[in-house]
């Protein structure tokens, strides 16, 4: 089946819980409308069970769909994660080695203009120091969420620098970052 036939669907293996199924997760408003677990055991082996989600989310979407007509659908966006040290989903702090053997270290932002397509944007340290790659990729990630969302959802600037500089080891001198007059 392609990708968009299993929208909702996720498949499960587990050994250590011995839980092998598909997982069905129909939405509304960004939140779960419905869910439920098809095992492959109960419905008879993975083809069977894909077969009941797929039936299942179709039954779910339809009901939803009558009930909610003007329900607005939108794109789910994530905000928060522990494991991103930047504070703001999208951007991260990279490092990389060249063919040369040299260690390149980088602000990269990426984005997802749609389905299936990631889009990214690096901003060398060496190139415009510690502040100014930040900065450079905040502002690309600000635009990009302006693009696609209509709103921003990162913070201000003065916010995102106030949780950054509590998180990094190494301190950034934030202090000519408006005064450049470049645009990148």
Not at 36 to 51: C, I, Q, T
Not at 126 to 131: D, H, L, V
């Amino acid at each position: 089946m392609t990708k968009r036939k299993l929208r909702g669907i996720s498949r499960i293996d587990s050994d250590a819980k011995n839980m092998h199924g598909w997982f069905v997760r129909v939405y509304l408003s960004g939140k779960v409308y419905a869910n439920k677990y098809f095992s492959d055991l109960k419905y008879g082996g993975k083809r069977k069970a894909l077969h009941a989600a797929v039936e299942y989310r179709d039954e779910k979407t339809k009901e939803r769909n009558e009930a909610y007509p003007d329900a607005k659908y939108y794109r789910r966006r994530i905000t928060r994660d522990s494991r991103n040290k930047t504070g703001i989903i999208g951007i991260s702090r990279t490092t990389s080695r060249n063919r040369s053997g040299s260690i390149s270290e980088s602000y990269q932002v990426t984005w997802r203009p749609r389905p299936n397509v990631v889009k990214s944007r690096s901003f060398s340290i060496k190139k415009y120091g510690e502040a100014g790659a930040l900065w450079r990729a905040w502002k690309v990630r600000r635009e990009v969420e302006i693009k696609l969302f209509g709103e921003a959802q990162t913070p201000d600037f003065e916010r995102f620098q106030r949780n950054i500089l509590s998180k990094m080891k190494k301190v950034p001198d934030f202090s000519n970052l408006f005064i450049q007059s470049k645009d990148f």
